[in-house]
């Protein structure tokens, strides 16, 4: 598994129009190729009846896994550009879709590149970019006399809560750097006069807000 990487922080879309043609960018996330296939299959079944539906996806630790069409586009003004625009913000394990509706305009070559480029580009701003990093999940059991200072206080030293359960004690969830687990132990520890049981859960991506 990957250390970190940057993914669109949000599945959404988000329109632009150019010369009285109407793109539309649908992205998701997609850590395997059958679902974004799945995804692009959908998009072109919601958009029958656009002039083109048009896609790439980048999947994989090592990109290995990548595609773009045109759909009818001239050869490599759609899909291409659209990978490209994904490469070049870093992003991994995402599919989009850019549905066209032809206005009357013709845009040329350069056109269609710049059209699909910014498409794919403006979505990934309007919906965010996040960075995910892999992190030990330590989990925190504690009284409910001591809680509230401990939330406080791992919130005021940047820690970042992955989930809290409410039984008979608080379990709190939080994400620690793998190299600074022994560090967070000691923190903790101290930090309760030792009234807090921490065991380690395995590792989880936290994210982080890039754009």
Not at 12 to 27: A, L, N
Not at 48 to 75: F, M, T, V
Not at 189 to 198: A, D, E, H, S, Y
Request: glycine share 8%; aromatic share 8%; proline share 1%.
């Amino acid at each position: 598994m990957l250390e970190n990487y940057l993914t669109i922080r949000v599945a959404g879309q988000h329109e632009i129009i150019i010369e009285k043609s109407r793109f539309i960018c649908s992205i998701i996330r997609a850590t395997d190729e059958q679902t974004a296939q799945e995804f692009i299959t959908s998009v072109k079944k919601s958009h029958w009846n656009a002039s083109h539906n048009c896609s790439a996806y980048l999947i994989g630790e090592r990109d290995q896994y990548q595609k773009a069409n045109d759909d009818g586009e001239p050869s490599g003004t759609a899909g291409v550009p659209m990978l490209e625009v994904l490469k070049k913000k870093r992003l991994k394990n995402v599919a989009v879709v850019v549905t066209r509706y032809f206005g009357g305009v013709k845009l040329g070559a350069g056109g269609l590149v710049r059209a699909y480029g910014t498409a794919v580009s403006e979505t990934c701003n309007v919906l965010g970019i996040v960075e995910r990093s892999l992190a030990m999940i330590i989990s925190c059991t504690l009284d409910y006399s001591a809680h509230a200072k401990f939330e406080n206080t791992l919130e005021k030293e940047g820690y970042q809560i992955s989930n809290t359960t409410f039984t008979d004690k608080v379990i709190l969830d939080v994400y620690v750097d793998s190299a600074d687990v022994d560090l967070f132990r000691e923190w903790a520890i101290n930090l309760t006069n030792g009234q807090v049981q921490l065991q380690e859960n395995g590792q989880e991506y936290r994210e982080k807000d890039v754009i």
